[in-house]
């Protein structure tokens, strides 16, 4: 059973100038182990794709079914909760809470998970498997490089050991040579730890680590 | 680390102005604590100055009847219609004494010699018998002894008659019946022969049992006043009830006016929280992204509203117990007050007020955080 598939789907914003139609009739399925790329031009409906996947919005029709999980008819609080369990983000400016430091950053998610602590051991475990020296773990995020932080950050999207990682322009905002650093880990937790990683980027170069690579003009699969 | 901890770490980034909107809390807390211990105090000095137990009618003629003199055979009446309770009859007037070369004037109360030890305490000496020149003076009398020369043993002359001072009478305090505290008490005996007077300003009964008190009222009023109002009766328990119930009102109106200041206190919390949310709207986004229920953010900030309330009413509360000493020992003369237990409970009241209004101002943009579309507070720059 494929860990993303999205069956007719259309997403439509209804805007006072006429609807906009970011997704129109797409049909996806990714496997569990698959690195895919998604791949356009702005306004093509990327963003719109990967907040349907990440089950932070939902279709105008069709069917998406996210790690098994139907989420036509769920609440707001049945998708966060989905969010939690099976889904980590990895997003373009890391988007680190700042109060925190650096494990407890990656701790935050198994406490939303657990409701309790005692998940240091885990947060440390995925901190030194993303390449993080526990010398940095009582760090806050801002004392440490844009690489380092998107390392915390893949961190915090394996704590939970979700179903896939959904990466919004992972590599943006960092320099080639950190970036393919970041993409190394990436491709190492795909090949290695079987995670299913689905990346949204602007680079072609990126194409090289992908298994497929899906390509979306104005809101259609090409 | 948990929503608790991160509320606090929320709190102490902005310290400067958590603890603006603390000391709006604090500011708030004293303010209702100290003028609800200051009309509580008012109260309880109150209470003190009375003696009356509630226990007490006090007998006057009607206005206009009998040229305002109750007669023996209307003590008689009275008497028969309380039954066992104790009636006292007394007579009042104002008179220049003279101490030695000391002169002044003093308020002089005619009791019968026998009725004396029901109605009053002698603090040194004895009571005056009917048939001697002896009198009692009060309490504040005595103390004032080195400048008018009443002491026990003094010889007060009072008209062409001289009286000795046979008793020192304890402080009583002020009363709906008589306040002897600043007066001679003579043997109404003396007072009658003096003045060549034979009725009497009032009639005091004392009730065994309050529990009576309307029944016997009653039953003064229906043998005094069948044909016409000859009598009228007053009832110090609901003259006390209606006095406290009158600094009751007061202590409201002064914690009203605390409350006011509390109130703006919210406002600043309010404003203090609105402007975390609009600065955290990415951050609100992240944490929702990850998994955070729209529940779990509105605990979040509104731990953050308690812990400005909880900083500001421990502050508030103990800066409170500061304050209210000082109010109940320069504006009502006595720091014991604040010590009853209804003075404290004012505190604990402004301490819990403080919270709740902290938490109530903290709701409004705890919602506000909780409904934020997570896909547009992770755009928020």
Partial sequence: MPVISFEHVSKVYPLPAGDVVALDAVDIAIE??????????????????????????????GEVTIAGNRISGMDDDDLTLLRRDHIGFVFQQFNLIPLLSVVENVEYPLILKARQNGSRERAEEVLEAVGIAETHFSHKPGELSGGQQQRVAI??????????LLCDEPTGNLDSKTGTAIMDLLDRMNREEGKTVVMVTHDPRMTEYADRTIRLVDGRVA | ?????????????????????????????????????????????FGDMVTDVGDTLVVSPATGVGGGKLTERQVDDITRAVGSN????????????????KEGGAMLYAIPAGDMPSLLEV???????????????????????RENGLKL??????????????????????GFDINPDYAIVVPYSWYSSHYDEDGYDQVIVKVRDVNDLDAVKESIEQRMNRREDVVTVMDTRGILESVFAATDSITVFLMGIGAVSLIVAGVSILNVMLMSVTERIKEIGVLRSIGTRRSEVMRMFIYEALFLGLAGAVIGGALSFCAGYVVTAVFVGNADYLFDPTSLLYIVF?????????????LYPAWKAAQLNPIQALRHE
Avoid at chain 1, 45 to 59: A, F, W
Avoid at chain 2, 153 to 174: H, S, Y
């Fill in chain 1, 32 to 61: 569990a182990g698959e690195f895919i790329l998604v791949m356009g031009p702005s306004g093509s409906g990327k963003s719109t794709l990967l907040n349907i996947m990440g089950s932070l919005d939902v279709p105008t029709s």
């Fill in chain 1, 155 to 164: 961190a915090r999207a394996l704590a939970n050991d979700p179903d896939f």
């Fill in chain 2, 1 to 45: 680390m948990t929503f608790f901890d991160l509320a606090r770490r929320n709190v102490s980034r902005h310290w400067l102005r958590s603890v603006l909107a603390v000391i709006g809390i604090v500011i708030g807390v004293i303010a209702i604590a100290t003028l609800g211990i200051m009309g509580n105090s008012i109260g309880l000095m």
């Fill in chain 2, 86 to 101: 104790l009636v006292i009859p007394f007579a009042s007037t104002a008179d220049k004494i003279s101490v030695g070369e």
């Fill in chain 2, 123 to 145: 603090e040194s000496g004895a009571y005056p018998r009917d048939t001697g020149a002896g009198c009692l003076i009060g309490s504040q009398l005595a103390a004032n002894g």
């Fill in chain 2, 153 to 174: 043993g003094a010889r007060v002359r009072i008209g062409d008659e001289t009286l000795r001072v046979v008793g020192v009478l304890e402080e009583r305090g002020m």
């Fill in chain 2, 350 to 362: 402004g301490m819990a007020f403080g919270v709740i209004t902290s938490v109530a101002s903290g």
